[in-house]
């Protein structure tokens, strides 16, 4: 049979504080803290309450108690079962009031976990010289305003523009855009902004 200890009846199952015989202490309304095997008990709320961030109760408050006299104690460890199963809380010194009601202190929700921001793609790789060319579509379409991009040149230079002038603007135009999206994931944003579009040299 255990020993009951001369100092204290039991220790804070989270800061380790002593609990003294006779003293004011603090349990769990689940009752699967207050098993034989478990026995959780505390020396203030705040401790009680550090427990549920391990645990997870859906629902769960303190409950005030006070702990028995060293004699009580030692008469409850004598009458413990084989197995360890005894009840938890060895009978208090003296009758209990008759109509006492624990005092008890609800627990806020544990805040639900944040949602984690899905990760922003990377752009595709684009082709090497000596690699051959992607299948995507984009890869290959017209991304400027043919009819405006030669009136410009026309209206600049008085030039006639070649056909294929809008696909290299389009290639171009396709690498200012994948750095404008890794400026904009660097900064952990899914919008592009005007900042992330590298400068034009003049």
Not at 15 to 43: A, E, M, P, Q
Not at 55 to 65: M, N, T
Not at 70 to 93: F, H, I, Q, T, Y
């Amino acid at each position: 049979m255990p020993e009951p200890s001369a100092d204290f009846w039991m220790r804070c199952s989270a800061c380790r504080k002593d609990i003294r015989y006779d003293g004011i202490h603090w349990i769990c309304s689940v009752s699967t803290c207050n098993r034989s095997r478990t026995r959780l008990v505390f020396c203030s709320v705040p401790c009680w309450d550090s427990h549920l961030s391990t645990l997870r109760h859906r629902e769960a408050w303190a409950v005030e108690e006070r702990a028995p006299s060293r004699a009580a104690w030692a008469s409850a460890l004598r009458e413990m079962a084989p197995d360890g199963e005894a009840s938890v809380r060895a009978p208090a010194s003296g009758p209990a009031p008759a109509a006492a009601t624990p005092a008890r202190i609800v627990a806020p929700p544990a805040p639900a976990p944040a949602p984690r921001a899905s990760p922003i793609p990377a752009p595709a790789a684009r082709a090497q010289p000596d690699q051959p060319a992607l299948s995507n579509a984009f890869e290959r379409e017209v991304l400027v305003v043919v009819s405006k991009m030669k009136k410009y040149i026309k209206d600049r230079s008085g030039m006639n523009t070649g056909d294929t002038v809008a696909e290299i603007l389009s290639e171009h135009l396709r690498a200012l855009c994948d750095d404008a999206i890794r400026a904009a994931a660097s900064d952990g944003r899914r919008t592009v902004l005007d900042r992330d579009v590298p400068r034009p040299r003049r």
